[in-house]
């Protein structure tokens, strides 16, 4: 498996600007996340789907975010209109039934580098 | 609510040092702790992990011990090399989220 793939790995816009992140779960995870890094806030969970329905999205900072999952594989987070407040990393997570029984393992993708100039 | 503390950094050591990393807790219940490495441009990965109280935790030479009645769960390393250089972060999980601690840069002089 190619494990949590997202796109792109750097996006740089203009304030104002719509910005949509994208995320490939690891095939037959049932849970997907989405996390905001900065250096002042650390690692903060945005949003998580469970079988692609939203179950929480209480961490999402404002109407500007949202986020969707169309299918099993495929999530995106889309900033509308996109400030420079929201310049981070964004990663993506997936999580599910891996190596045993009792172990429900937990991978990240590499993140996308987001910049709002 | 639940949360993680960790020591706080940067860190900085020589090569064939002994690390400790700080991190405690708090949750209801007895959650599964973790410690997760974040390497230069790159995504977490998991260290180590345990599971239930006085669970040693191991990987590449890394440990860290769940301590019930202290709450804790430090990372330790006998002898860091220059390729420990990291952001390492201690986390717990209230299924089926993980709740992360601040994160600890280390970085190892060679």
């Known amino acids: 498996d190619a494990g949590v793939i997202q796109s792109p790995r750097h996006e740089v816009t203009e304030m104002g600007q719509e910005v949509t992140l994208r995320c490939k779960p690891i095939s037959g995870h049932d849970y997907l996340f989405w996390y905001r890094q900065t250096m002042m806030r650390g690692l903060e969970l945005l949003i998580y789907f469970n079988n692609n329905v939203p179950i929480d999205d209480s961490g999402m900072p404002e109407d500007r975010f949202s986020a969707k999952m169309p299918n099993a594989s495929f999530s995106t987070l889309k900033i509308q209109p996109s400030e420079p407040r929201d310049s981070a990393v964004y990663f993506c997570a997936s999580s599910g039934w891996t190596g045993g029984p009792k172990f429900y393992g937990y991978t990240f993708g590499s993140g996308t580098r987001l910049t709002v100039v | 609510g639940d949360s993680v503390t960790q020591m706080e950094g940067p860190v900085t050591l020589s090569e064939e040092a002994f690390l400790t990393i700080n991190c405690t807790y708090t949750a209801t219940g007895y959650p599964s702790l973790f410690w997760y490495v974040q390497y230069p441009g790159e995504g977490l990965q998991l260290l180590l992990k345990a599971t239930k109280a006085d669970d040693k935790g191991s990987n590449k030479g890394f440990e860290a011990t769940y301590r019930k009645e202290t709450t804790s769960f430090h990372l330790e390393k006998g002898s860091v090399q220059v390729s420990d250089s990291a952001v390492y972060f201690c986390?717990?999980?209230?299924?089926?989220?993980?709740?992360f601690g601040q994160g600890t840069r280390l970085t190892i002089n060679p």
């Open positions: 986390a717990l999980k209230i299924p089926p989220k993980l709740v």
